[in-house]
């Protein structure tokens, strides 16, 4: 495709080099930047919002998302317990200060990290068994109360046979889960589209007409790398369908950022050409 082609469809193509970026506000002798002690202080919302001591699990990774104005925001984690070896994803809400207590939003159906014993009983020809692993967190808020976790989410699949050998396949999806503020209840776990072998780098964020979006990268069973959109309007349960942002190519990791009038982009980087090339989407 041609720069004409590229430019009419509203894509805008980037090409980065180190030689031509430059670090700080340039300038004199001090940097040109602000002076540390000219910087404002972290609101106090932010030193109140680590979640309570979580006993027997390991927890990560940890994220958080505060709205343009600071009043409403949403912490979220991934924690295994490490005698069942169960994975959940946990969210804390923050509004105007203070934090509800831990919900859990990830999938119902959660199943174990810890592989079960591929010895079969008497009599079975078979033993399935199905590991799963939620990670990559990607948070968003609102001014409005809005509040959106997104996640990646595979399932490893292992069959047994008593006549020997196994069989394993894998599969990842997208996951969300938003935050009803009028109902003041979290809508659902909602897998985003058909799953592919890898989903990657989820990236969350809300506009200011309340329409959500997320992005990540997918990998089919074919190994052809793909960028993918879902969006959905405010108030609404439903996500449309995965659009693909691009053809394929050795893909970096996408990210979305919203303005509160509307205008909005995704990015993500491609090194398949033998240089890296980073593409600016404007939302349409």
């Not at 934090?99 to 859990?104: A, G, I, K, Q, V």
């Amino acid at each position: 495709m041609d720069d004409g082609k590229r430019l009419s469809a509203g894509l805008l193509i980037l090409t980065a080099s180190l030689a031509t970026v430059s670090c700080g506000g340039g300038g004199g002798g001090d940097g040109g930047g602000s002076s540390p002690t000219s910087a404002k202080p972290m609101a106090s919302v932010l030193l109140a919002v680590e979640p309570e001591a979580r006993l027997n699990v390991d927890v990560n990774p940890v994220r958080i998302a505060l709205d343009p104005t600071g009043e409403y925001g949403l912490l979220g984690w991934v924690e295994v317990d490490r005698t069942s070896g169960q994975p959940a994803v946990f969210v804390q809400s923050i509004s105007r200060g203070t934090r509800s207590t831990s919900t859990r939003v990830g999938p119902a159906t959660g199943l174990s990290l810890v592989q079960p014993s591929p010895i079969l009983n008497p009599g079975e020809t078979s033993k399935t068994t199905t590991t799963a692993i939620d990670s990559e967190l990607a948070l968003a808020a609102d001014a409005s109360g809005n509040l959106l976790v997104a996640w990646a989410r595979t399932d490893t699949t292992v069959t047994t046979y008593s006549l020997g050998g196994q069989s394993t396949s894998v599969s990842a999806s997208a996951w969300a889960n938003a935050f009803d503020p009028v109902t003041q209840t979290w809508r659902g776990a909602v897998k985003l589209g058909d799953p592919g072998t890898s989903v990657s780098r989820p990236s969350a964020a809300i506009g200011g007409d309340g329409k959500a979006f997320v992005v990540w990268r997918q990998t089919s069973s074919g190994g052809t790398s793909t960028i993918r959109r879902v969006e959905k309007n405010g108030g609404s349960t439903a996500w449309s369908a995965p659009a693909i942002e691009n053809q394929t190519g050795n893909l970096g990791a996408p990210s979305i950022a919203l303005g509160g009038d509307g205008s909005g982009y995704i990015v993500w980087s491609d090194s398949s050409a033998g240089g890296g090339t980073v593409y600016l989407r404007p939302r349409q």
